[in-house]
């Protein structure tokens, strides 16, 4: 079993920048491929990013790209997501993901991932 909790959403303007961080607890985290998901209201979970186990591989949303920075520290068992340049599009509640892998690949579909946080929510205003 892993736990996890995310902090550090919140009211932004746009054009301005948030970090994320997902905390884990219970099982060795450096074994866990991480991702980023986000909901807005009324509309389906989506995949933001998604980290490899040892933190060399990371993959992003077309949305995100060039914006948001996920990162990782196995020595904290903590992911971070930076988000900057948020746009009101951004708005919504995010949610980290872990899943145990044996690869140090990184994981894009939801399906994919078995242990999920609570979700932060993050709101853009123009």
């Known amino acids: 079993q892993v736990q996890l909790v995310e902090s550090g959403g919140g009211l932004v303007q746009a054009g301005g920048s948030l970090r994320l961080s997902c905390a884990a607890t219970?099982?060795?985290?450096?074994?866990?491929?991480m991702g980023w998901f986000r909901q807005a209201p009324g509309k389906e979970r989506d995949f933001v990013a998604a980290i490899s186990r040892s933190g060399g591989g990371t993959y992003y949303s077309d949305s995100v790209k060039g914006r948001f920075t996920i990162s990782r520290d196995n020595a904290k068992n903590t992911v971070y997501l930076q988000m900057n340049s948020l746009k009101p599009e951004d708005t919504a509640d995010y949610y980290c993901?872990?899943?145990?892998?044996?690869?140090?690949?990184?994981?894009?579909?939801?399906?994919?991932?078995?242990?999920w946080g609570q979700g932060t929510q993050v709101t853009v205003s123009s």
């Open positions: 219970g099982r060795t985290f450096s074994n866990y491929a």
């Open positions: 993901a872990a899943v145990f892998k044996y690869s140090d690949n990184y994981y894009l579909q939801a399906y994919e991932y078995n242990y």
